[in-house]
């Protein structure tokens, strides 16, 4: 009865120690939240690289020119959110506008396809929400077009039309940059339907109605069609600009004709009477 105790006392540390060793391997399989982003560059060169999904909590100064990068790949479509935190309104004189620009690595601005892009907050506001959707990034494009590629991006958040009195007074922004994955081929390549309706041909007609009708039977068309003589008429008539045209080239022709004939025919003779 007595050795009971000591067994139960070595079994409850070997438990202690298996247990946190089979624990360890399922904590380290669930994957860490990516740390909160709390600096923004100046420029596009100093720009605070930030990875899609990744927070982006930066405190700053009104009128700072705040710059994040971040990479899409083919097929994906970027959206960017931002929330600006206002001063209290007690300190601020006056509506100021915010504006979220995104450009792709060629500094070439990129069009938002929803979301509002740029906002005025009033004198009274708190906050300023801002959105953009990129277009899907596609995996090719024409050298004259401006369509998204692969590669990094720029996130740029400034404030316009602001009392100069506002100037460096304390603001908070909050970025989230999300990518989609998608399809990398360019929407709309497949032409479900045709552009425009098939137009429907009129009724084949037999031989004998498709031949030509006699001048008997269609007077309107034999009357307004000249009759072969008439044409011939027209043709020899006289006078006529072709008449005299044709006169005009014939004595030229027989002029020039004599012409090279006696220059040519007896040469000796003109040597002759300039001697």
């Known amino acids: 009865m007595r050795a009971a105790p000591r067994l139960v006392l070595p079994a409850a540390m070997l438990a ?4 946190p060793l089979s624990a360890g391997p399922a904590a380290a399989d669930e994957p860490s939240p990516p740390p909160t982003v709390g600096t923004a560059g100046t420029s596009f060169l100093t720009a605070t690289t930030v990875e899609p999904g990744q927070p982006v909590l930066v405190s700053a ?13 083919a097929g994906q479509t970027g959206r960017v959110t931002v929330t600006v935190t206002l001063p209290p309104a007690g300190n601020r004189h006056g509506a100021a506008t915010y504006t979220a620009d995104v450009f792709d690595g060629l500094r070439r601005r990129q069009a938002c396809t929803a979301g509002p892009q740029n906002a005025t907050a009033g004198a009274n506001a708190t906050r300023v929400d801002l959105r953009c959707t990129l277009r899907r990034v596609r995996a090719w494009a024409e050298p004259w ?22 100037l460096g007074l304390p603001i908070r922004a909050d970025v989230r ?9 360019p929407a709309g390549a497949n ?7 098939p137009v429907n041909a009129g009724a084949t007609l037999a031989p004998d109605a ?7 039977e269609s007077p309107s068309a034999a009357s307004s069609a000249p009759k072969p003589t008439e044409r011939v008429k027209g043709w020899f008539s006289w006078p006529s600009g072709r008449w005299w045209w044709t006169i005009g080239g014939g004595v030229l022709a ?22």
Request: proline share 10%; hydrophobic share 40%.
């Open 177 to 185: 940059i999300t990518a989609k994955d998608g399809d990398a081929q």
């Open 210 to 216: 498709a031949a030509p009708a006699s001048p008997s």
């Open 254 to 275: 027989a002029a020039a004709a004599v012409a090279g004939y006696s220059l040519t025919r007896h040469p000796h003779r003109w040597f002759s009477a300039s001697r």
């Open 145 to 166: 077009s401006d369509d998204p590629l692969p590669g990094t991006y720029y996130l740029r958040l400034s404030a316009s039309t602001l009392p100069e009195q506002d």
């Open 61 to 73: 100064s009104t009128g700072d020119h705040l710059y994040w990068s971040f990479a899409l790949a």
């Open 191 to 197: 032409l479900k339907a045709p552009l425009s309706p």
């Open 16 to 19: 202690a120690t298996v247990l």
